[in-house]
Each structure stands twice: as C-alpha cells, then as structure tokens.
C-alpha cells in the first residue's frame, strides 16, 4: 500500500517511516507535518491509506480527517500518543470517517509490528493487501486469560476430546516461576496434550501450547512462535494483546479467539484486530468471570461476535471444529 504519514513531531514520523518498511509491500507516498499540508497534499495525490496524528499546530488531525473525507476520502488510521487518554477525539476523528486508532510506535520492534498488524487489517478491508501471511493447514484456537483464567481454561480444555481437530495456544498472565506447574496441573485435567511454548515450535492439530515466559509469546511470518521482552514496561507478561496482534498479522488463516477473565484490558484491542481480520471471536460472560475487566474492555470495543460462559465456549468449539 502507498501509506501517508501526518505528524508534526519528526521523531515520530522517523518511528513510523521506520516501521512502515519493515513491511515490503508498502511504501511512504508522503509526509505531512499539519492537518492543513495532510488536506493538500492528499487532493494532489490521494494514498491508500493515511496514519493520521490527532494533536498538530494549525490544523488537527480530527478536522484533517473530516475534510479529506468530503474532498478526497480514503482509508485513515489514527496514530497518537496515547489512545485511551485521548478517547474523547479518536471518536470524533472516527465519526467523519477514520477507520481505527493506534498508539504511536517508538523505535522498539514490538511497537512496529502492533503498528503493521493494524495496517495489514485495514489493507484486507480496502482491498489493498498485497501481502498473503503463510497459509496453514491447521485451524488455530487462541486463548488469552488473567485472573481466575485456569478456572474457566479447565472448563474448556476438559470437554474437547483427543482428537480436537484444531491446534490451541494459551497466553495466561502468570509468573514464569509457576507456569510449569500450571502446565503439569493442565496437561492432567484434558485428553490433549499440554506444553510449554518453545521458540521454533509451531501449532499443532491436537497439541495445547501455553506461553510460559516473563516474555511475550508472539507468532512470526514463518508460523513459529517466539517470544519477545518488547514492549519492556507493558504491565501485563506475557501480553494477551502482544500474542493476538501477532496473530492477526502473521496467521493466514481464519480461526477463533477467546478473551476469558482478567483484570485491566489486555487483549481487547487484539481481540478486535481478530475480528476485523473475520475471525470467530468470544468474550467471556459477566457472570462467569471472576473479574469482569478483559472481556468487558472487548465488548465495549465490539471485539466479540459472540459473549458465553466456558461451558458454551466448549460447546462452540466443538461445533466449529474439523474432527
């Protein structure tokens, strides 16, 4: 895609040159350091997409998008410093027509690739993707859990039988230090087969692999999973939303992904990334939970087709799954 970038910081606009050819198959049509250049420049020579800052002198991004949605509407992803301290005017941008909003990457490769990720979907959406993420074979299960997450993981996991036809990849939020014992605990509580994550390993039809690192499990281009300490001072490890993201981007294939109990909000703009990229997506019910925060942060974010107990989870997967 032929990506513009709208920001009056040149730092930020390096960060995002930068992130932006890590990805081949896009290319900087131009810059703009102003709303007011950003509405010019585009009646001239309108881009497939436009990563759009909200806070700039002279014009802001809010009414650069509204006006170059009447004059020469395309594709416009905001990209601010902050997302959720600055919610009141990511929704008014989205209003006159901007598609999603995204924090501004540092220099840190984990920045870059939730940056990519965003892009990618928007790229399927306007028909734009040139880039085809390696197809699998393999239906992909993904789960993302926190507080009162092996609870409501067992309940799943304990009625999908030995031969579930769909590889499963857990991220719970949980000490490094206890994750082999959760694995063990697991691995005896279903007729799957349950192990540690390892750098190369692949999903497998069958196979439960659970994130067991301070790290953040993330799949890459080539379908093996790897971890990664990026972003440094995210407060939730191994991240939901880093593991979901890299999902979104990297997996070619449709799948279905759940976001059960927890505390805080991770994994609800993954989970979002997922639908937007058609995926069946789930959200645990209030009820259920333990600590209604992830799920309710993914509904709020319509990231969820579906809201169901664990019980009903089971029972969809079952359903949707090839056996």
């Not at 030995?162 to 605990?185: C, E, L, N, R, S």
């Not at 993954?270 to 309710?296: D, F, H």
């Amino acid at each position: 895609m032929r990506i513009a970038i709208v920001n009056d910081l040149s730092l930020a606009v390096e960060a995002l040159r930068r992130a932006v050819k890590q990805a081949p198959q896009h290319e900087i049509a131009w810059v703009a350091y102003n709303g007011s250049e950003a509405v010019s420049k585009c009646a001239h020579d309108r881009p497939d997409l436009i990563l759009m800052d909200l806070f700039m002198p002279e014009m802001d991004g809010v009414e650069a998008t509204k006006l170059i949605m009447q004059r020469s509407p395309c594709a416009v992803l905001i990209v601010t410093a902050d997302v959720q301290h600055s919610s009141a005017k990511v929704f008014e941008a989205m209003g006159y027509g901007a598609l999603d909003a995204v924090n501004t990457p540092t220099f840190g490769k984990e920045d870059a690739h939730i940056l990519l990720s965003k892009i990618n979907t928007i790229g399927k959406l306007i028909g734009k993707s040139k880039f085809m993420p390696l197809q699998s074979k393999v239906p992909l299960v993904v789960i993302g859990a926190s507080t009162g997450g092996p609870k409501a993981i067992v309940t799943i996991l304990s009625q999908l039988p030995p031969d579930f036809g769909a590889a499963i990849v857990i991220v719970q939020h949980v000490d490094m230090q206890f994750a082999p014992g959760m694995i063990d605990w697991l691995d005896q509580q279903t007729a799957l087969r349950v192990k540690k994550a390892q750098v190369g390993d692949r999903p497998t039809k069958g196979m439960v692999l659970f994130a067991s690192s301070n790290d953040h499990l993330c799949l890459q281009a080539n379908g093996t999973l790897t971890y990664t300490p990026y972003p440094i001072h995210y407060p939730y490890r191994p991240s939901v939303d880093v593991f979901f993201n890299s999902v979104a981007q990297n997996w070619g294939d449709r799948g279905t992904a759940i976001l059960l109990t927890g505390m805080g909000r991770d994994g609800a703009e993954g989970l979002k990334a997922l639908r937007l990229g058609g995926w069946y997506t789930i959200a645990q019910n209030e009820s259920s939970c333990v600590v209604y925060g992830m799920p309710k942060a993914a509904i709020e974010l319509n990231a969820a087709v579906d809201v169901l107990s664990p019980d009903a989870i089971a029972t969809a997967l079952l359903h949707r799954s090839p056996l």
